[in-house]
């Protein structure tokens, strides 16, 4: 029978009539056949999306890097958690969101490149776009909001909550605690530890400081306190 108005296109339709639940495919030149559709019995046989030792990698399949030993985590986004070796209990969901994890534990990710450059760093939390973005080795930072901590390194213990690039000129201090918009000044930099910097574009004190409020509202600070 033919099924376009030129009459050229000519078909052959099967002569069963199929089973319950078959649907009919063509083989690219006319001739009809029953068949059954295509399923998914597991999430394993999908090319991009791996199950193994407890773990869940969806986006793509890291299954020549990991060892025995990587278990337990969670991966969504094409290159989420995609060079991990051994690293176990880690969470990534985003476009590069723990790409560079090798040996790294218990990390959260949550947000287009949040700890993007994490290789070995655990307890680590990030949620936000570029949250914690170049952390390599650090471990147990808190960063949420957009642009949180974005140039830490190997810090430790520190803790960044607002957006704007919080905390962005800090690289290796420890123990700090920043919260607010857009605090990338040059005292809130590189090796500063025990701060914390409260307010909007407020400017931290460097080490033993507090400092409450912004510029445009005036700051109270309080300097080596012990």
Do not use: C
């Not at 793509?60 to 278990?71: I, L």
């Not at 450059?117 to 307890?123: A, I, K, Q, R």
């Amino acid at each position: 029978f033919t099924m376009n108005s030129g009459g050229s296109a000519v078909y052959s339709l099967p002569t069963a009539d199929g089973l319950s639940g078959q649907v009919l495919q063509t083989d690219g030149g006319g001739t009809l056949s029953f068949v059954d559709p295509s399923t998914v019995s597991s999430l394993n046989t999908i090319s991009d999306v791996l199950i193994e030792n407890d773990s869940l990698y969806i986006g793509h399949d890291p299954n020549a890097t990991t060892t025995d030993t990587a278990q337990y985590n969670v991966a969504v986004g094409v290159t989420a958690l995609d060079a991990i070796t051994s690293g176990s209990s880690n969470t990534a969901v985003g476009y590069n969101a723990l790409t560079t994890n090798t040996s790294g534990e218990s990390n959260i990710a949550i947000g287009y490149e949040s700890l993007r450059d994490n290789e070995t760093g655990n307890f680590n939390t990030a949620i936000g776009r570029h949250a914690l973005k170049e952390s390599t080795s650090g471990n147990e930072n808190v960063a949420i909001g957009r642009g949180t901590l974005p140039n830490l390194t190997s810090g430790d213990y520190n803790i960044a909550i607002g957006s704007g690039g919080i905390a962005s000129n800090l690289i290796t201090g420890s123990n700090n605690i920043f919260i607010g918009y857009a605090q990338p000044h040059p005292d809130n930099t590189n090796n500063a530890s025990n701060q914390i910097v409260i307010g909007e574009e407020a400017v931290g004190g460097g080490n033993n400081t507090l400092v409450i409020g912004g510029p445009s509202s005036g700051s109270y600070r309080l300097t080596s306190w012990k």
